[in-house]
């Protein structure tokens, strides 16, 4: 059972401003009153939705689990993560299109099924990015089909038991895919 919440506290915005702005990201700038009457500051990302897909395959061995890995400029290190992104160039499309399109584009994966888990946020305290969690089975392979800024990405199917062991060991470090997989792993879709 959730205890009641109290409610939403009233914060005043007084003044904002688009401080930086590309076709990705925009950093607001908000001078804000909050419910103590003390003025504050809050810088906020704006991003738009992204989705995050777990491709559940059927290997001899077990479940697998196909991941990427892929450069990350802002930490200098190259990550593992699930499939996930963002279709700056469509704002109009559903999830359930972005998963699927993510998945095909990173991997080559087609998946019969996408079952959607639910939405988490990522950054809350300094972001509005909204993420939506698929679990794709029924997986055949194609070809990827990677944007430019991918081009160092890598497509890697393993075991789920290895994917668990990988978490384990801190090799899987993008809080995403963390988040993710312990949504699905909650709800009982992995």
């Known amino acids: 059972m959730t205890p009641k919440e109290p409610p ?29 009457g003390k003025d504050g500051l809050y810088g906020v990302v704006e991003r738009g939705e992204f989705v995050v897909v777990l491709p559940l395959g059927e290997g001899s061995a077990g479940p697998t689990v196909t991941l990427v890995r892929q450069y990350r400029y802002p930490i200098h290190e190259r990550l593992w993560e699930l499939p996930m992104g963002m279709w700056e160039s469509r704002p109009d499309a559903t ?30 305290g300094y972001s509005n990015q909204k993420g939506h969690v698929f679990l794709a089975s029924g997986l055949t392979q194609g070809p ?23 978490i384990a060991r801190n090799d899987i470090t993008c809080m995403v895919t963390l988040a993710a997989f312990t949504m699905l792993r909650a709800r009982g879709l992995v």
């Open 144 to 166: 990827t089909d990677r944007e430019s800024t991918e081009d160092d990405m890598t497509c890697h199917t393993v075991l789920l038991a290895d994917f668990e062991a990988m």
């Open 95 to 124: 999830p359930e299109e972005v998963a699927a399109g993510e998945l095909r584009e990173e991997t080559g994966l087609l998946a019969d099924r996408l079952v959607y888990a639910g939405h988490m946020f990522q950054g809350a």
């Open 8 to 36: 939403l506290p009233h914060y005043e915005v007084i003044s904002t401003r688009t401080a930086y702005q590309n076709r990705w990201t925009a950093v607001r700038e908000d001078i804000i009153r909050r419910p103590d």
